[in-house]
């Protein structure tokens, strides 16, 4: 996995555009806007590593892969709004199914907190009513490499109640933060499937093919004795998603240095595994477009 610097792509008019066709006019006059903004990244944009997945994972033909990969398009610019309309309170539109909802219930009833680790997958933010009722603070971490005035712009419109932002620092103060949030037991929420350039990962047989994930979260959940919990949400309509949610699972701190890498490894499998799983059910939501396998 390379070439990633941890940027979303996008600008703060098309954010501003949106968020305010959102507001006033019918959730599917905002996604026929998206149709055409998608066809745009489908000319325009590299397309590499998406279409390798759906070409050479997938075994797609041309054609296929193609028009895939503009329904992949179609799809991100969809949870992107249904995003923003969840964390900005603009209406409830959604409807859910909750598999795993016992699970995350029983993480907040034992009172030290928990780590949910997710995926560029569908879009669990907006299973706002179960994290609601769930009567716990949610810590979302991402990397502060995201360009400031549409970062302002997410913060701005997200329920402050309810979520806070944790962002990826340099000097690792954010380390600080989700060991705060664990002991106030909170919810931290992070991506597994990425990293940047540097970061500790171990080499994954994942979906046929060698890839590379990240060691961090799973490694601070065992350092801080928190249980973890894979996460995913899932679009299956225009307004209805599926939330999964995995048993917990605590994992006991690797402190033999000898032996770490490998316990760590073991503790990435049952992710990959979680996600390959996911992946097989929607293979048109997974948002990772930078060349993921070692190939």
Avoid at 65 to 94: A, H, P
Avoid at 237 to 266: C, D, M, Q
Wanted: with cysteine; net charge positive.
């Amino acid at each position: 996995m390379s070439g990633w610097s941890g940027k979303s792509k996008g600008g703060e008019l098309g954010y501003r555009f949106f968020i305010a066709l959102a507001r006033c006019t019918n959730i599917k006059i905002v996604y026929f806007f998206i149709y055409f903004v998608a066809f745009h990244y489908l000319l325009f944009t590299d397309k590499k590593g998406i279409q390798y997945y759906f070409s050479k994972i997938l075994g797609y033909s041309k054609s296929k892969t193609v028009v895939s990969i503009y329904k992949n398009f179609c799809l991100l610019g969809q949870v992107i709004i249904d995003k923003i309309i969840v964390l900005g309170g603009i209406g409830n539109k959604f409807t859910f199914d909750f598999e795993g909802e016992n699970y995350l219930r029983e993480i907040v009833e034992n009172g030290k907190g928990g780590l949910l680790v997710g995926a560029h997958m569908g879009n669990w933010e907006v299973a706002g009513e179960l994290l609601e009722r769930l009567q716990t603070r949610i810590n979302i971490v991402m990397y502060d490499a995201e360009k400031k005035e549409i970062k302002t712009l997410m913060e701005n419109n997200l329920n402050k109640e309810t979520t806070n932002i944790i962002a990826i620092k340099e000097d690792f103060s954010h380390l600080y933060q989700i060991r705060d949030a664990f002991k106030n037991n909170e919810l931290v929420v992070m991506h597994g499937d990425r990293f940047l350039p540097g970061t500790n990962t171990v080499e994954i047989d994942f979906m046929s093919k060698k890839a590379l994930f990240p060691t961090g979260p799973l490694y601070l959940a065992s350092k801080n004795e928190v249980p973890v919990c894979f996460v995913y949400s899932l679009k299956e309509k225009a307004t209805h998603y599926h939330f999964y949610a995995s048993k917990p699972v605590v994992y006991k701190y690797p402190a033999n240095l000898k032996t770490r890498k490998e316990e760590i490894k073991k503790m990435v499998l049952d992710y990959t595994q979680s996600l390959e799983r996911i992946i097989k059910l929607y293979p048109l939501q997974w948002f990772n477009y930078h060349q993921f396998w070692n190939e």
